[in-house]
């Protein structure tokens, strides 16, 4: 079946702008996570949707990230008045629940955001 | 507080030989130990895990070991080819999140 999907693939904006990013999990998938990848780096993680239940938003570094999830589906990162620090590929990923943080993550291709 | 260890950052070595690549963790709670592998460009993908409860698993060519006294757990890939060579990434579970290490880049070189 489909992968987690997540678009756009490459973002560029300018420094200030504020952009938002798309995840698609693997249907039937309740947990889904959000990670940042710097280069050279390894993977940071932003934030945890699991169901219904409140997101785990301990690893957001700033209160310019927000994300949500509708409707248990779909989530969106969004990052307001980008900085240049900012720029990093955003991974999302998705487990079968109902979870343990041992369910198998699969990821995304990732969004290359660059602020110029 | 949350803390994956990795080392060593690069890896090479001859086609056929084999590479071990090590973590460590910092909380005793954690559990469940995965090893991603992600190709340049590409995602990561799971390659092999473990779960506190053993000691060792092993899928082909590939092996994992935990300690769980040490705290450490490693990945051992034997008769190594050029497809092996990607960035390996180790993670440890803290509570409902996965904490990375900062990954291997493994070159096989043929």
């Known amino acids: 079946g489909a992968g987690v999907s997540q678009s756009p693939s490459n973002k560029v904006t300018e420094k200030g702008k504020d952009v938002e990013l798309r995840c698609d999990p693997i249907?039937?998938?309740?947990?889904l996570y959000w990670y940042r990848q710097s280069l050279g780096q390894g993977l940071e993680f932003l934030i945890y949707?699991?169901?219904?239940?409140?997101?785990?938003k301990s690893g957001l570094p700033s209160d310019r990230f927000s994300a949500e999830r509708t409707g248990g589906s779909v989530s969106t990162l969004t990052i307001q008045r980008t900085q240049q620090e900012d720029s990093a590929v955003y991974l999302c990923?998705?487990?079968?629940?109902?979870?343990?943080?041992?369910?198998?993550?699969?990821f995304g291709p990732g969004t290359r955001l660059t602020v110029l | 507080g949350e803390n994956v260890e990795q080392h060593p950052s690069t890896l090479s070595v001859q086609e056929g030989d084999s590479a071990v690549i090590k973590c460590t963790y910092s909380?005793?709670?954690?559990?469940?130990f995965p090893w991603y592998k992600q190709e340049l460009g590409k995602r990561p993908q799971l390659i092999i895990d473990?779960?506190?409860?053993?000691g060792e698993k092993k899928d082909q060519r590939i092996a994992v070991t935990l300690n769980k006294t040490a705290k450490h757990f490693s990945l051992h890939i034997t008769e190594t080819q050029p497809e092996d060579s990607a960035v390996y990434f180790c993670?440890?579970?803290?509570?409902?999140?996965?904490?990375f290490g900062a990954g291997t880049i493994l070159r096989v070189k043929s």
């Open positions: 990923a998705s487990s079968l629940g109902p979870p343990t943080v041992t369910d198998t993550q699969y």
């Open positions: 249907s039937g998938h309740t947990a």
């Open positions: 949707f699991q169901g219904n239940s409140a997101p785990d």
């Open positions: 909380d005793s709670a954690s559990n469940y």
């Open positions: 473990i779960r506190s409860n053993v």
């Open positions: 993670a440890a579970s803290y509570g409902n999140k996965l904490v």
